[in-house]
T-cell receptor, first 111, second 114 residues
Framework: GEDVEQSLFLSVREGDSSVINCTYTDSSSTYLYWYKQEPGAGLQLLTYIFSNMDMKQDQRLTVLLNKKDKHLSLRIADTQTGDSAIYFCAESISGTDKLIFGTGTRLQVFP | GAVVSQHPSWVICKSGTSVKIECRSLDFQATTMFWYRQFPKQSLMLMATSNEGSKATYEQGVEKDKFLINHASLTLSTLTVTSAHPEDSSFYIC??????????FGDGTRLSIL
């Protein structure tokens, strides 16, 4: 079945770059997504990438997709304390509207 | 941008009560909405896909008689947890999909059953 894996925890210093990694299993996924969840809140869509793209940049966010290795990463430049949250990657299941979420990575930014 | 509103944000009730959670798409019509459940420090688990005007599609292991879903209009889906018990306590999140756009999520409902 589908399985999306992420490292559980990442700690970075304010101002540094953060890289959050994700591996997925469905090679026919059309889109891959990054969502952010703050404590007690819902999910905020950060960015997404179409499966035929290698990279997408949106302000401080850069998404890299290695389709051969089924590896997705999110780089946050100049990480701020407000970026502290849980980050979920998600893959769309081909032929459906469903999303399968990763395990989530807790990003902690310290001064 | 697409906005999804979920209500209530937090509910506490006694065991045996039924609880209704609403999910509304505020600025677009959603033929499909999704209901997820999230346990503390865990990922989101899809419970069911809510289809406007037809029956919901439940994921394996989700009791359809326990979690009743109604999607009577293009902007509203409801999840009713019937005869709730402490093990139903969780964070429930809905999402809606504007056609050709990613899923947008509500702010979630924290359900605590005493």
């Amino acid at each position: 079945g589908e399985d999306v894996e992420q490292s559980l925890f990442l700690s970075v210093r304010e101002g540094d770059s953060s890289v959050i990694n994700c591996t997925y299993t469905d090679s026919s996924s059309t889109y891959l997504y990054w969502y952010k969840q703050e404590p007690g809140a819902g999910l905020q869509l950060l960015t997404y990438i179409f499966s035929n793209m290698d990279m997408k940049q949106d302000q401080r966010l850069t998404v890299l997709l290695n389709k051969k290795d089924k590896h997705l990463s999110l780089r946050i430049a100049d990480t701020q304390t407000g970026d502290s949250a849980i980050y979920f990657c998600a893959e769309s299941i081909s032929g459906t509207d469903k999303l399968i979420f990763g395990t989530g990575t807790r990003l902690q930014v310290f001064p | 941008g697409a906005v999804v509103s979920q209500h209530p944000s937090w509910v506490i009730c006694k065991s045996g009560t039924s609880v209704k959670i609403e999910c509304r798409s505020l600025d677009f019509q959603a033929t499909t909405m999704f209901w997820y459940r999230q346990f503390p420090k865990q990922s989101l688990m899809l419970m069911a896909t809510s289809n406007e005007g037809s029956k919901a599609t439940y994921e394996q292991g989700v009791e359809k008689d326990k979690f009743l879903i109604n999607h009577a209009s293009l902007t509203l889906s409801t999840l009713t947890v019937t005869s709730a018990h402490p093990e139903d306590s969780s964070f429930y999140i809905c999402s809606a999909r504007d056609p050709d756009q990613p899923q947008h999520f509500g702010d979630g409902t924290r359900l605590s059953i005493l």
